[in-house]
């Protein structure tokens, strides 16, 4: 069975860092994109960064904020995420796709999120 579990989210005030890592289990994930996508109330589920081999993504609005990373022998992929702002406040999903570039359509496997605040 496979599994994604997130840990790490939290509340940080604006400017503040926090590092959110999920955990891959069921499977080797080596070959699959890794990333992350996030959620505000009332609003869509949105694409923050993946990774694959040494290929990165971010979306636009995280670019040298935030800073993906995973390591293949563990299964693990993190998201170190600095000078946060009230708007990065979200449920930050972990994913995994057998595809690149990572789109919400081609996701195989979802974390179950974990709750990320910053407070202004």
């Given at each position: ?13 604006a ?13 080797t ?34 670019k040298?904020r ?26 930050y ?8 570039p990572m ?5 195989a496997?979802?974390g ?9």
């Open positions: 069975q496979v599994q994604l579990v997130e840990s790490g989210g939290g509340l940080v005030q400017g503040g860092s926090l590092r959110v890592s999920c955990a891959a289990s069921g499977r994930f080596s070959a699959y994109s890794m990333g992350w996508f996030r959620q505000a109330p009332g609003k869509e589920r949105e694409f923050v960064a993946a990774i694959l081999w040494s290929r990165t993504t971010y979306v636009d609005s995280v040298g935030f800073t993906i990373s995973r390591d293949n022998a563990k299964n693990t992929v993190s998201l170190q995420m600095n000078s946060l702002k009230p708007e990065d406040t979200a449920v999903y972990c994913a995994a796709s057998p595809s690149w789109v919400l359509t081609t996701v496997h979802w179950q999120g974990t709750q990320v605040t910053v407070s202004s």
